[in-house]
């Protein structure tokens, strides 16, 4: 069956970074998009960084700059690096494969992670 599963994520005082990785199985890893979002509490879930087939990124305006997505298709794995953290970006993030193009809509997604909790503090 399908599996996405987030790790990496963790506590971290603001300016500080994390590298979260999310590992895929189950499915053509290579043909899809992927995706972070994230979703803190009390607010809808925002697409964060995809990544396509062909290896284009595409970020949110609020993390451009300070995170990067990247994948490893022979390990099936997503990461993405996340540095100069701010309290803002205090989340659950998930991971999300996508057969039906690579933008930041959820209803796009086929797949989706449990999530991992990032907390920022000041």
């Known amino acids: 069956q399908v599996q996405l599963v987030e790790s990496g994520g963790g506590s971290v005082q603001a300016g500080g970074f994390l590298k979260l990785s999310c590992a895929a199985s189950g499915y053509t890893y290579s043909s899809y998009c992927m995706s972070w979002f994230r979703q803190a509490p009390g607010k809808e879930r925002e697409g964060v960084a995809s990544i396509d087939s062909n290896g284009s990124t595409t970020y949110a305006d609020s993390v451009k700059g300070r995170f990067t997505i990247s994948k490893d298709n022979a390990k099936r794995t997503l990461y993405l690096q996340m540095n100069s953290l701010t309290p803002d970006d205090t989340a659950m993030y998930y991971c999300?494969?996508?057969?039906?193009?690579?933008?930041?809509?959820?209803?796009?997604?086929?797949?989706w992670g449990q999530g991992t909790q990032v907390t920022v503090s000041s």
């Open positions: 999300a494969a996508s057969s039906r193009g690579c933008f930041f809509a959820s209803a796009n997604y086929d797949y």
